[in-house]
């Protein structure tokens, strides 16, 4: 999505070689416009898939996920990432590691949520290492649902996720993937 | 809002005489069709005001000010309930007691996404005590923004935090307000 790369390329902070930052536009403000953009081009690439849910996890996957599932006219599910009193006992889960704050958390669905009648579309702000669509990959299995494959705005392709994914057989759809990255350039894969 | 009310009353299951559970279609599984009459409706309300930003925290909120700020054409600010290492160490922060989930946690939003020049509509699914979004206007306040108003889903008017608000001569709007509830019955505060 060059309208993405460029805003990247012109806006993003990188830090060290590891953390882009595009918190003012993705992830911790949000524009709506721009989103909804994202929204459709992840909608193109899977509006061939006869997807029942989209699955995200909170919280800067929800905003996305809204936005593409406003297409799809299909619910959005959002995985909790710690145990609520409100949330129902009765959950799918999965235990992720986060790098970004260096602990494992507990990732869980509510087993109403999720049927082996949904085709499910897995939809993140960020792919990296991949250890939170791994988990909800997981909770879909649990699930005995199908997967439609798994929409990210932005990978880090220097990152394993992304290819291990690919490895699996699943689609996975990155508007941008970063290459590499250092704090004065950012160097974005040549789509197929 | 009727719908909402409607929806309310035909869907929600209710624990004892405190929990509204309404997962299914708004904050652990989201109904985005729902979501943008949702959004519509707190944007009729609001449209009025110069808005410039609007501020949730997440995770449930995000969806209700992704759907509205669409209409709106400005950034939602979504404030972080814990410090990730990506997060700005430049942050207004508020300490916020959760009632769901009985401990404190602090709310942080980065000076970069709040500024005086703003005029800011919170918006939030739930209103009980009000915490969450007291927590939010002492942002709003530190930024020494000026604030729209509030705009909630679904008000518990049993508790206390809609009346504290409205006795600060915040305008609080709350889509449909739960006067009383018990596990055979719902009964909604009359619009005025």
């Known amino acids: 999505?060059?309208?993405l790369k460029d805003r990247i390329r012109a806006e993003a902070t990188v830090i060290?070689?590891?953390i882009l930052k595009v918190d003012h536009f993705l992830n911790h403000q949000v524009d709506v416009d721009f989103l909804q953009e994202v929204g459709q081009e992840l909608y193109r690439h899977f509006q061939d898939e006869?997807?029942?849910?989209?699955?995200?996890v909170e919280a800067s996957g929800i905003a996305v996920a809204v936005a593409a599932a406003m297409l799809f006219h299909v619910p959005v599910v959002f995985a909790k990432k710690s145990a609520s009193l409100n949330l129902d006992q009765d959950t799918y889960t999965s235990e992720v590691f986060s790098f970004t704050r260096q602990t494992s958390y507990l990732m869980k669905v509510s087993k109403r949520y999720?049927?082996?009648e949904d085709h499910v579309l897995i939809i993140d702000d960020f792919l990296a290492n991949g250890r939170a669509v791994q988990g909800m990959i997981?909770?879909?299995k649990q699930a005995g649902a199908s997967l439609a494959g798994v929409g990210i705005v932005i990978e880090k392709g220097f990152q394993?996720?992304?290819r291990?994914?690919?490895q699996q057989g699943i689609k996975v759809v990155s508007l941008a993937i970063i290459e590499a990255m250092d704090e004065s350039h950012i160097e974005f894969r040549e789509e197929q």
């Not at 006869?50 to 995200?56: D, G, H, R």
């Open 1 to 3: 999505m060059q309208s």
């Open 16 to 18: 060290g070689t590891d």
């Open 50 to 56: 006869p997807v029942t849910k989209i699955l995200t």
């Open 114 to 116: 999720l049927s082996q």
């Open 138 to 140: 997981d909770i879909v």
């Open 160 to 162: 394993e996720g992304g």
């Open 164 to 166: 291990l994914l690919r």
